[in-house]
């Protein structure tokens, strides 16, 4: 059984610091892409980054400049560091992986629990 479990979300002041963490654990043959999507209250859920195997990464416009993500490939963590925080980042942050189980199994898509963000101007 996959799971990922979400860490680091809080309250922070505007132009503040937050980094998140995303830890995979169970049944892992290989992790390709992870990710971390955002979805503020009657909105819906965006894409922030993605970061592929090979380091590879791909931000949102609104978070380029301002977000990097990373990971650890040894210890199955995905980490997002968010600098330069606005109010309009308050939002529920959810991390994504695509993960094969097995060798001989197809690869899915799993998503954590979320994390709340909060931003106060």
């Known amino acids: 059984q996959v799971q990922l479990v979400e860490s680091g979300g809080g309250l922070v002041q505007a132009g503040g610091s937050l980094r998140l963490a995303c830890t995979v654990s169970?049944?892992?043959?290989?992790?390709?892409?992870m990710s971390w999507y955002r979805q503020a209250p009657g909105k819906q859920r965006e894409l922030v980054a993605t970061?592929?195997?090979?380091?590879?990464?791909n931000y949102a416009d609104s978070m380029k400049g301002r977000f990097t993500i990373s990971r650890e490939n040894a210890k199955n963590t995905v980490s997002l560091q968010m600098n330069s925080l606005k109010p309009e980042d308050t939002a529920v942050y959810y991390c994504?992986?695509?993960?094969?189980?097995?060798?001989?199994?197809?690869?899915?898509?799993?998503w954590g629990q979320g994390t709340q963000v909060t931003v106060s101007s």
């Open positions: 970061i592929i195997s090979d380091g590879t990464t």
């Open positions: 994504n992986a695509f993960i094969i189980a097995t060798m001989l199994s197809s690869g899915f898509y799993y």
């Open positions: 169970g049944s892992i043959f290989s992790i390709n892409a």
